[in-house]
Structure formats: structure tokens, C-alpha cells
């Protein structure tokens, strides 16, 4: 996850079984960089995911793990706004995520990846990387065609990011 753009808007947040807004499933203030709280969704009538919580903090890296069928895929498409919570909510550094759009989530700095780790197989493990780094309309056709200025500082600034990650 990326740095939090200062454009996010930030939204009163509701209490959820009696917990005041900013506090952690464990009752204590939250610092999390991503804070799930008491989500859930249903399909109809099957409950996919009932009152699932977890923090992540800043700098820490977690994993996901359960059997088949055990909603991990769920819980991530929740997370970045593929899927409406039906109950519960996401924040992203104490703002409220869950509800917006998945570019919105995005741009805030949150994305899901997919398992197929053949989709850019012809590409070096950089420009990999470096394809994370571009977003729709980060280059109009003309400045990609003619590689003005400002599209080989953005294609500079990517590959200085991604190999800083690497």
C-alpha cells in the first residue's frame, strides 16, 4: 500500500455494538493502517463473511489464510470495493474506504492482484513491478506516442519506485 493521499475525504464514522469510531476490535485505539470491523456480506440468503475483523498496522506485512471456500477472496474483494459490505466497515488510515468505488480505493491506495503470475511473462521482474505503478489516464495517447517530457519523467519516476520496492 502506497502513501494516503491527503484528498481522502474523511467521513463521521458510526459506532458498531456500542464501540466508539477509532477503536479496534479489542476495544483499544486503533494506529492501523487498515482496520476491518465487524464485516460482513450475504448473497441472498448465504452469509459469506459474518462480522470478520482485523487490523493491519502500518509497516507490517500479513497474510490471509483458510481453506477453500473459507471467503479469503471474499474478504479482499470487500476490501477494495468489489463487493459491498452488507454490514460492518473498512478503514484505510482512520477513513472510511468501504462504500466508495473501487477506483476511489485505488487511488487511496489499495488494490488487489490476481493469482495468475504469468501475466506479464515476457516482461523483466522491474517492468513487472513497474506496470503496478501506471494508472489509467497517467499518459494521453500523444505523450505516449511522441514520449514527450513529462511521460519520460512518469515512466523515470516508476522504475525509481518500483526498484526501490525490489
Known sequence: MGAIPASLPQEPLAAIDGRPPGLNTHGVISNSLLSVTDVSIRFGGIVALNRVSFDVPEGTIVGLIGPNGAGKTTAFNLMTGVYPCTSGRVL???????????SHINRAGVARTFQNIRLFGGLSVLDNVTVAFHRPAMFGLLRTIFRTPRFIRQQAQAADDALALL
Open 92 to 102: 484505510l488510515a482512520g477513513k472510511r474506504i468501504d462504500g466508495k468505488s473501487t
